[in-house]
Every structure is written in C-alpha cells, then in structure tokens.
C-alpha cells in the first residue's frame, strides 16, 4: 500500500543572510512501493550540521548543487519498515544522507547499518561524521605531540567538543573558545578542557596569551573572522593551523578576507591547512571503532541536544547559528 509521509523542501537559497522560515516548503506526497531490491524506511532522527546552510546557498562545490524543491539534504538514522529483498532487513536500523523526508524508499547504497553498543544516536555524533571530523582534523591535520597546547574555537559544538578530549588522549593541553560562562564552566567540568575562553566577554587574544603563555601549537579553527585572527596572533614556533570550519562568516554573503595576523606563519615557521573530511571516508569504519573505544573506556564523553518533531526541522538547523546547541544538535522524529 503507498505510504503518504511529510517532507520539508528547499524553497529559497540563504546567501549572505540568516535562514528564514520562507526557506523551507513543507510537502506530503505518496510514495510508491518498494520496487524489487529496495526498501521503505521510516526516520526516527535527524542530524544538523552548519554546513547544510552551505549546501543550501550553493557555494560548496565538494556535493551536488541543491535546487528549489529539492528534499533538504541532511543525515538521518532511519528503521527499515519493509525490505523487497533489500540489501537491509526489515527491522535494521541504517544511517546516511537520507534528507529531511519521514519515510523515503531507498536502495540501501550508501546506507551504513547502526551497529553500536552505543545509544543509535551514536552514529550521528560522536560516531557520525562529528566525530570523525573531530579525529582527521586533529590528527591528520594538525599531528599534535604530547605537551603541545591546542586551542579551538566553537569548543561547546558537537565537534569542538570531541576535538579537545581527543587533544587530552594525545597528552596535550586543551583550550576552548565559546560563547557564555555557561557553556565554558561545561567546557571546563565536563568536555575535558583544561582552560575556557568566553568569546562573548570581548579581549580574546589577552585571554588566550594568558591561557597559553608559551603560544599555541595546535588551532583547530571551527569560526574563522576575528576569533581565528587573535588566535594566529598567538601561535608557537612552528603550529599548525587547522581549518575545519569558519561559521562567523556563513551568514554573510561573501567568503572572509585573510585574516590580517596570517603573517604571523612566517615569524613562526607556522602552516595552515583546511580540509574536508570525506576524503578520508574509506577510514571511517577504523576511526568509529577507535572513538568508540575511546568512550567505553570513558576517555571521550560525548554531549547530543535532542530537539522533538519532524515540523521542527527547519528552527532546529537555525539553532547552530544562534549557538543554542550544546554538543550534537539532533533531532527525534
Ligand atoms: N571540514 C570538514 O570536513 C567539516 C566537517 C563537518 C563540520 N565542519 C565544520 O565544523 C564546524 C563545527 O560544526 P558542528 O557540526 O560541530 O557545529 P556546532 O559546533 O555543534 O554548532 C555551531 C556552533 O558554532 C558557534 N557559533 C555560531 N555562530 C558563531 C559566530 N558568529 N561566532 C562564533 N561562534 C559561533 C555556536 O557556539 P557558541 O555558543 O560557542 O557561539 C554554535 O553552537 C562548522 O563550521 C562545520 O561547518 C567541517
């Protein structure tokens, strides 16, 4: 029998703007059935990423263009309801890039079975692309050595907050930007850092100098614009800078000017390198199974903020640009 589900809808591209309601469309349609070799799912939660903004205005150019109408792109973790001899049983719970739908028909590629001890939620988070981020980023990127500081910026995020407990397995010292007491009190009590910095309080380079007084070794930069500028200011001979993200800027309509302190590099025989983690997806499955270990051993905790209701997608992606999400922003359906 067709299945009828919601689905929400490109409807307008964000260029130098916030995301507004007018953005999204919200559709019903009737899906056909699952012809041989595929399979009905159901959504049971969605995963939110500032990048998806990006993907909305069009300017990434490592996915596919979206158009007006297409289902919004996103992560979700779906349960098979029927499978027409799919490569997934009904039952079986999957994750990948399934898009804001609450029931779609798929063939299963690209479909990664939840197979976890961890709560499913896992797979979006610290397991999902979250965290992987977090683990290339720091260490292929920015190779961090036992004793080196590593400061990061949006250090309360999903993946700020994985970065800076992975700096402490590799016996660094960890330093987090964020913005509020609250979220930094949290940086400090309960995600690991050994030292916050409240963006929000103004004088950021002076709190970095005072909280890294032999210079920096390691960025992991989340923000860019003038975060990133104090923290080049205060690198070590010799640091990598890791550009992951640079969320300041995703709502205006330009890409950033270079930061002013980028000479810096050069007094200090620094490097900066950005990186986009899909590059090293044939890992993925080796580096889930480094970070769940990590967590059973209970080095790495890790944080979700799980908002309710499929109608509430669209102000639960708006939640990361106003810093309302404290560690993985998810969503249940
Ligand atoms: N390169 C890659 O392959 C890759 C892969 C995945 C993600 N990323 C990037 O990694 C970054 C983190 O992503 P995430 O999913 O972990 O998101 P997230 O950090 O959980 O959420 C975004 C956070 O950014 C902060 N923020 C928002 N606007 C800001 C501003 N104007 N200035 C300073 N901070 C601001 C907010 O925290 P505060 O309350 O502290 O402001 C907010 O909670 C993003 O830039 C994302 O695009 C890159």
């Not at 889930?288 to 790495?300: A, M, Q, T």
Request: glycine share 14%.
């Amino acid at each position: 029998m067709p299945t009828t589900t919601r689905q929400w809808l490109l409807n307008g591209h964000p260029r130098g703007r916030g995301i507004e309601d007018g953005d999204f469309k919200l559709a019903e349609i009737e899906l056909s059935d699952p012809k041989e070799g595929e399979m009905l799912l159901a959504t049971r939660y969605l995963g939110f990423d500032p990048a998806q903004k990006g993907w909305m205005e069009n300017i990434a150019d490592y996915v596919a263009p979206m158009e007006i109408g297409d289902v919004m792109r996103g992560s979700g973790i779906c349960e098979v309801i029927e499978s027409n001899g799919g490569r997934f049983q009904k039952g079986d719970w999957v994750f990948g890039t399934t898009g804001w739908t609450e029931h779609l028909v798929h063939d299963g590629r690209d479909l990664t079975k939840v197979e976890t001890d961890l709560p499913p939620t896992a797979v979006l988070s610290v397991l999902g692309t979250t965290g992987v981020t977090a683990y290339c980023g720091l260490f292929k990127v920015g190779k961090p050595v036992a004793g080196d500081t590593v400061l990061v910026s949006g250090a309360a995020g999903a993946t700020g907050s994985v970065v800076g407990q992975l700096a402490n397995i590799a016996g660094c010292r960890a330093v987090g930007i964020a913005g509020g007491p609250e979220k930094c009190k949290w940086l400090v009590e309960e995600a690991g850092y050994d030292a916050a910095i409240d963006y929000k309080a103004g004088g950021v380079r002076e709190q970095i100098k005072e909280h890294c007084p032999r210079g920096v070794d390691v960025i992991f930069d989340n923000v860019g614009g003038s975060i990133l500028d104090d923290m080049l200011a205060c690198i070590a001979t010799g640091a990598r800078v890791v550009i992951c993200g640079g969320i300041s800027r995703y709502e205006t309509g330009n890409l950033p000017a270079g930061p002013q302190n980028y000479f810096n590099l050069v007094f200090r025989r620094g490097s900066m390198a950005g990186f986009i983690v899909l590059d090293w997806a044939s890992e993925f499955p080796l580096i889930r199974k480094r970070l769940e270990g990590f967590v059973n051993d209970g080095s790495l905790n890790y944080q979700e903020d799980i908002q309710q209701g499929f109608e509430n997608a669209p102000e639960t992606l708006k939640r990361l640009f106003s810093g309302k999400n404290k560690g993985k922003q998810l969503l249940q359906l």
